[in-house]
């Protein structure tokens, strides 16, 4: 059965500091990765994902990730963090099989100081 | 983006009573799914439902729980007898191109006292 990993409940980082978020995943078949952002009081929005092809994929605000098969890991990076980042993030794997079923790790909450 | 609508946005109701749960999303979609996070926790799938039937659930969509698509529109989570553990934000979502991702509704915050 797959599951999804996230290291680190919380991270911490500085305004203008690299941001890595860490997932990693266990499934028996190629997995489809997103990583899913929540702000307070909203719902979840898609910020990348990786279905085949390219292991490093882009998302929105600045955000990226890349899919390293050896290491069945998926990590969130992001060059340079904005207060605007600071948010819940969930790593989620879909084995693309009937019924699409989505499993999502625990979360990780970044906090962004000034 | 797409929206999926979910009301209410917040309920609160006693103890052993039902609910009802709505969502509309983009009307073409043939997948649905109910997921829910109690607070602090993961986000927790429950069904998907597809082509109007319940296609895959969890553990946590015991007897109490049931989904439909009354009028080909609007898909509803009823909860039959409400208890304090049901508490939860339950979240809405819809399978996007190719169902390889899901767009989610903002959630309908459900308080169980």
């Known amino acids: 059965a797959q599951s999804v990993t996230q290291l680190g409940s919380h991270v911490s980082v500085s305004e203008g500091a690299l941001v890595l978020l860490r997932c990693n995943y266990s499934?028996?078949?190629?997995?489809?990765l997103f990583w899913y952002v929540q702000y307070p009081n909203q719902g979840l929005q898609l910020l990348l994902k990786?279905?085949?092809?390219?292991?490093l994929v882009k998302g929105i605000n600045g955000f990226e990730a890349e899919f390293k098969k050896s290491e069945t890991s998926f990590h969130l990076t992001k060059p340079s963090a904005h207060m605007s980042d600071a948010a819940e993030y969930f790593c989620?794997?879909?084995?693309?099989?009937?019924?699409?079923?989505?499993?999502f790790g625990a979360g990780t909450r970044l906090f962004v100081k000034a | 983006e797409p929206e999926v609508t979910q009301t209410p946005s917040h309920q609160v109701t006693q103890m052993g009573q039902e609910v009802i749960l709505r969502c509309v999303p983009i009307?073409?979609?043939?997948?649905f799914y109910w997921y829910r996070q109690i607070l602090g926790q993961k986000v927790e799938f429950l069904v998907s439902?597809?082509?109007?039937?319940?296609?895959?659930k969890s553990e946590i969509f015991d007897d109490q729980f049931s989904v439909e698509r009354p009028d080909g529109s609007n898909f509803t989570l009823k909860i039959r007898s409400t208890k304090l553990e049901d508490s939860a934000m339950y979240f809405c979502?819809?399978?996007?191109?190719?169902?390889?991702?899901?767009?989610f509704g903002s959630g309908t915050q459900l308080s169980v006292l």
């Open positions: 989620a794997v879909n084995l693309n099989t009937g019924g699409f079923k989505t499993i």
């Open positions: 499934s028996s078949v190629p997995p489809y």
């Open positions: 990786y279905t085949t092809g390219a292991t």
């Open positions: 009307s073409n979609h043939l997948y």
């Open positions: 439902f597809y082509n109007n039937e319940i296609s895959e």
């Open positions: 979502a819809y399978g996007g191109d190719s169902n390889e991702k899901l767009f």
